[in-house]
């Protein structure tokens, strides 16, 4: 297991960043140690948590959820960690989420004791920096999707970059934005969360800002530097750092969004966006034919409950999901098609949004 580093000041800050450039100018072994997958250390004022798989872009592992857990609670109780600051390795991402393929292997196998321990206690994670009694600081620079929105979203300070990308696909690999993703999808301005967690489609730089996945906008250039003034003066070098906010691009489509996604099922969904003129709408229309149609129905259903629902329920919720969700055969598919073998080409059941059998998404939730 990865240990909190007790170095001080900046022996301790030089050594991480020592430690990041050789994760983004080295590929990853295969026989990493969770210490190398992983890194945590206290720098000056703040206990820092690197994810260091940059070569997958940094997707999590059960490993490295334990070991982010654990340096968290051993960040709380250290009276010299006055903040905490996670980051992703290289410029690439900041976190692209699960490692998924490992999640179809022990599905297929029906051996779900991996899957079930991986959910349980990513979700007890997301809930843990929700209640974080410290600044929690994520700085997000290039991917950022699913879990690594579900290690950035729950807590109160999170930066972007102009590289930033969100987005929550999954509905194009047959499940469904979890991770608390049906609780705070919801709550997005109007149906803009509805709207990315149907399509999967991506918010990138400042938009995220206004979206609301991040709460401060600053260049990649000025990025380093904010990270190493947080280990200064702590979470003060935010506004320090903080840069004018770019217009939002999508600011002339959000009523139309929001009356689009406003419908009461995807049929009715699609029925607007295909009588809505503009290009964004096209753009919608079209994810929404490409993804699995079961699993927009599911999806839809989650974020109506969801919206109602304080986030230890959603995660509970969530957590009873995966196992029927994932047990649907549109899911091992999804996996294959977009990850496994990459032919972009899954054959769904059913295969259009007007065929989708609404007594098999009812199921889903008993």
Same mark, same amino acid.
């Given at each position: 297991?990865?240990?909190?580093?007790?170095?001080?000041?900046?022996?301790?800050?030089?050594?991480?960043?020592?430690?990041?450039?050789?994760?983004?100018? &080295?590929?990853?072994?295969?026989?990493?140690?969770?210490?190398?997958?992983? #890194? %945590?250390?206290?720098?000056?004022?703040?206990?820092?948590?690197?994810?260091?798989?940059?070569?997958?872009? =940094?997707?999590?592992?059960?490993?490295?959820?334990?070991?982010?857990?654990?340096?968290?609670?051993?960040?709380?109780?250290?009276? !010299?960690?006055? *903040?905490?600051?996670?980051?992703?390795?290289?410029?690439?991402?900041?976190?692209?989420?699960?490692?998924?393929?490992?999640?179809?292997?022990?599905?297929?196998?029906?051996?779900? %004791?991996?899957?079930?321990?991986?959910? +349980?206690?990513?979700?007890?994670? =997301?809930?843990? #920096?929700?209640?974080?009694?410290?600044?929690?600081?994520?700085?997000?620079?290039?991917?950022?999707?699913?879990?690594?929105?579900?290690?950035?979203? !729950?807590?109160?300070?999170?930066?972007?970059?102009?590289?930033?990308?969100?987005?929550?696909?999954?509905?194009?690999?047959?499940?469904?934005?979890? @991770?608390?993703?049906?609780?705070?999808?919801?709550?997005?301005?109007?149906?803009?969360? #509805?709207?990315?967690?149907? %399509?999967?489609?991506?918010?990138?730089?400042?938009?995220?800002?206004?979206?609301?996945?991040?709460?401060?906008?600053?260049?990649?250039? =000025?990025?380093?530097?904010?990270?190493?003034?947080?280990?200064?003066?702590?979470?003060?070098?935010?506004?320090?750092?903080?840069?004018?906010?770019?217009?939002?691009? @999508?600011?002339?489509?959000? *009523?139309? #969004?929001?009356?689009?996604?406003?419908?009461?099922?995807?049929?009715?969904?699609?029925?607007?966006?295909?009588?809505?003129?503009?290009?964004?709408?096209?753009?919608?229309?079209?994810?929404?034919?490409?993804?699995?149609?079961?699993?927009?129905?599911?999806?839809?259903?989650?974020?109506?409950?969801?919206?109602?629902?304080?986030?230890? &329920?959603?995660?509970?919720?969530?957590?009873?999901?995966?196992?029927?969700?994932?047990?649907?055969?549109?899911?091992?598919?999804?996996? +294959?098609?977009?990850?496994?073998?990459?032919?972009? &080409?899954?054959?769904? &059941?059913? %295969?259009? @949004?007007?065929?989708?059998?609404?007594?098999?998404?009812?199921?889903?939730?008993?």
């Amino acid at each position: 297991m990865a240990s909190v580093s007790r170095q001080p000041g900046l022996e301790a800050a030089a050594g991480f960043r020592q430690t990041k450039r050789r994760a983004k100018d &080295q590929p990853e072994s295969p026989d990493m140690t969770e210490d190398e997958t992983l #890194i %945590t250390r206290r720098d000056g004022r703040v206990g820092r948590i690197l994810l260091n798989r940059p070569r997958v872009l =940094n997707t999590l592992t059960l490993d490295m959820v334990r070991v982010f857990t654990q340096a968290l609670h051993a960040f709380r109780d250290d009276p !010299h960690v006055h *903040a905490v600051v996670v980051e992703g390795a290289g410029d690439r991402a900041f976190c692209a989420g699960g490692d998924i393929r490992a999640l179809r292997d022990g599905q297929l196998s029906g051996d779900r %004791t991996g899957v079930e321990a991986f959910f +349980r206690e990513e979700y007890d994670l =997301n809930l843990l #920096i929700s209640a974080y009694p410290k600044p929690y600081i994520a700085l997000i620079d290039g991917i950022c999707m699913g879990g690594g929105i579900g290690v950035s979203a !729950h807590g109160p300070y999170r930066v972007a970059t102009e590289h930033a990308m969100f987005a929550m696909p999954e509905t194009a690999i047959g499940f469904f934005p979890d @991770i608390g993703g049906t609780f705070f999808l919801p709550r997005l301005p109007g149906q803009l969360g #509805i709207h990315l967690g149907l %399509t999967g489609l991506r918010t990138t730089g400042a938009d995220a800002v206004h979206a609301g996945f991040a709460t401060h906008f600053t260049s990649r250039a =000025n990025l380093p530097a904010l990270s190493e003034t947080l280990a200064e003066i702590g979470v003060a070098a935010l506004a320090r750092f903080a840069e004018p906010l770019p217009p939002c691009t @999508i600011a002339s489509d959000l *009523a139309a #969004i929001d009356r689009c996604f406003a419908a009461d099922t995807i049929g009715e969904i699609a029925a607007r966006l295909a009588a809505e003129p503009g290009g964004w709408a096209a753009a919608a229309l079209k994810a929404l034919r490409t993804v699995s149609p079961t699993a927009l129905g599911f999806t839809l259903e989650a974020f109506r409950r969801g919206a109602d629902m304080t986030l230890k &329920q959603t995660l509970d919720a969530e957590f009873l999901l995966t196992r029927t969700t994932m047990a649907y055969p549109d899911f091992a598919e999804g996996v +294959r098609a977009m990850v496994v073998d990459k032919d972009r &080409q899954p054959k769904w &059941q059913p %295969t259009r @949004i007007e065929d989708i059998d609404q007594g098999v998404v009812d199921a889903m939730f008993r």
